[in-house]
């Protein structure tokens, strides 16, 4: 398996409040996580980083080989609800972080699957033969879309595009959505936050991996939505079943 990330803060914000990691946590087996913060001048900054440090931490202590799927999504969504209770747990114990959050999408890949969980509006992509949305988006937008108000190509406009219906620290306690999803040789999952999906269609990141070697890839995707205008923080990690 290959791994590769790149954060970078984009064209226009002053300050960073995305964050990710990606390792080896056994043989043949990778984990992934990207986090978008929100929140006061450096709340989102905190929020996020400490999600990354308590997500990867909890995962490293509690991964062990021949965990099945149900096992690694149990895994994830207890890290995950760890995390956001120790965010939640800060905020409350400083009055300038209150309502600090974050969001995540968080993998471990093994040989044949890739399983995730997320919480907000951070995303994963399959790519393979085509580009396929793993995640679907816990969003004002979103709940738009599905009960059928707004099209997906008038939420690409809409003035509330980047209102997130769930996150990380805003509550006690969260709940992850889950997804299983198998993968084959030279598959590639896509973790990213929405300073990627926002400035750069679908269609332009499936070109990008298409025509370019994998290695290359996570800093095309940057350039390309820093390119499109670079509104936000842009967060790129990808786990490729790719041998070198």
């Given at each position: 398996m290959q791994l590769y990330s790149k954060v970078d803060i984009g064209r226009v914000r002053a300050s960073n409040q995305d964050a990710a990691d990606v390792f080896m946590i056994a043989d043949d087996v990778a984990f992934a996580v990207v986090c978008d913060g929100m929140g006061g001048a450096s709340g989102g900054d905190i929020a996020s980083s400490t999600a990354i440090s308590d997500i990867s931490d909890y995962v490293k202590r509690s991964y062990y080989p021949g965990m099945d799927n149900e096992k690694i999504t149990q895994l994830l969504r207890n890290a995950i609800s760890s995390a956001n209770y120790n965010i939640y747990k800060i905020s409350q114990e400083n009055s300038e972080l209150n309502g600090m959050g974050t969001t995540v999408v968080a993998a471990i890949v093994t040989n044949d699957h890739a399983v995730i969980c997320h919480v907000g509006d951070s995303r994963a992509y399959l790519i393979s033969d085509d580009?396929?949305?793993?995640?679907?988006?816990?969003?004002?937008?979103?709940?738009?879309?599905?009960?059928?108000?707004?099209?997906?190509?008038?939420?690409?406009?809409?003035?509330?595009?980047?209102?997130?219906?769930?996150?990380?620290?805003?509550?006690?306690?969260?709940?992850?959505?889950?997804?299983?999803?198998?993968?084959?040789?030279?598959?590639?999952?896509?973790?990213?936050?929405?300073?990627?999906?926002?400035?750069?269609?679908?269609?332009?990141?499936?070109?990008?991996?298409?025509?370019?070697?994998?290695?290359?890839?996570?800093?095309?995707?940057?350039?390309?939505?820093n390119s499109g205008g670079g509104g936000d923080n842009i967060s790129v990690v990808i786990v490729s079943k790719e041998r070198g």
């Open positions: 580009i396929i949305q793993i995640t679907t988006d816990h969003s004002v937008v979103q709940s738009l879309i599905e009960s059928g108000k707004i099209t997906a190509n008038e939420a690409k406009n809409f003035p509330e595009k980047n209102v997130i219906t769930r996150a990380l620290g805003v509550e006690p306690n969260v709940f992850a959505d889950a997804s299983v999803v198998p993968m084959k040789p030279d598959d590639k999952l896509l973790l990213c936050t929405d300073g990627l999906t926002n400035f750069i269609e679908t269609s332009d990141i499936l070109e990008i991996f298409n025509r370019n070697h994998t290695s290359f890839v996570a800093e095309l995707l940057v350039n390309a939505a």
